[in-house]
């Protein structure tokens, strides 16, 4: 049962332009969504969030847009870098026992920008 | 500061041998994740720490798996019997407290033959 969903394994994009990430999940009970970025060998690392009272959120480059109705949100990446290529998880926090909160992940998608 | 760290990078064992995983986590970070990654999908839940104690283990497969966080720092993850179907990366994510930002190691990477 897949939670989470990226139904998009991979994408390509010309240096400049917006990358747009896609990202889908079942389970109204999330109250938080991150974006991971991953590149070969290392771990995920944390890029963006949005909590589910908020529809947009913005950090420089990186808009995540939420819409709770649809259940989906989207990562918009502008202007895209040669750098940005990696693979982008999409993943949702659900609260668990003694505080904690469990990810779960997409099976994310590659994203590459070429020059 | 360092981050997250994970030791081996890359394991090689045999079907029904023992391994053991380690995750060394950012300093006062009291809270410690275990995720497991199989080709082509997420990261998935194993177990949760707070301090010492498995706050929640729910996420590990069967009971040939378990973990342990002795002194609330350094956490390891024993497979026993491995089966082919354990290859995977496992990865281990720390933060300050149970809902804050997860940081990730790098992962191992398990090959069961």
């Known amino acids: 049962d897949q939670q989470v969903k990226q139904n998009s394994p991979s994408l390509s994009v010309q240096e400049g332009r917006i990358s747009i990430l896609n990202c889908d999940y079942t389970n109204s009970m999330f109250d938080y969504f991150l974006w991971y970025k991953k590149y070969p060998a290392e771990g995920p690392t944390f890029l963006i969030s949005i909590s589910s009272i908020k529809d947009k959120n913005e950090d420089g480059r990186f808009t995540v847009f939420l819409n709770k109705s649809a259940k989906h949100l989207s990562l918009h990446i502008v202007p895209s870098q040669p750098g940005d290529s990696a693979v982008y998880f999409c993943?949702?926090?659900?609260?668990?026992?003694?505080?904690?909160?469990?990810?779960?992940f997409g099976a994310g998608t590659i994203l590459r920008v070429k020059s | 500061g360092a981050g997250v760290s994970q030791t081996p990078s890359n394991k090689v064992t045999e079907k029904g041998k023992y391994v053991e995983l380690r995750c060394d986590p950012i300093?006062?970070?009291?809270?410690l994740y275990w995720y497991r990654q199989s080709l082509g999908q997420g990261p998935e839940f194993l177990i949760y720490?707070?301090?010492?104690?498995?706050?929640?283990d729910s996420g590990l497969p069967n009971d040939r798996f378990f973990a342990v966080r002795p002194e609330g720092s350094v956490s390891t993850l024993k497979i026993q019997r491995t089966e082919r179907g354990d290859s995977a990366v496992y990865l281990c994510?720390?933060?300050?407290?149970?809902?804050?930002?997860?940081?990730f190691g790098p992962g191992t990477r398990l090959t069961v033959l």
């Open positions: 994510a720390s933060s300050l407290g149970g809902a804050g930002e997860q940081f």
């Open positions: 993943a949702a926090s659900a609260p668990i026992k003694s505080y904690g909160n469990k990810l779960v």
């Open positions: 300093s006062g970070h009291t809270a």
């Open positions: 720490f707070q301090g010492t104690g498995a706050a929640d």
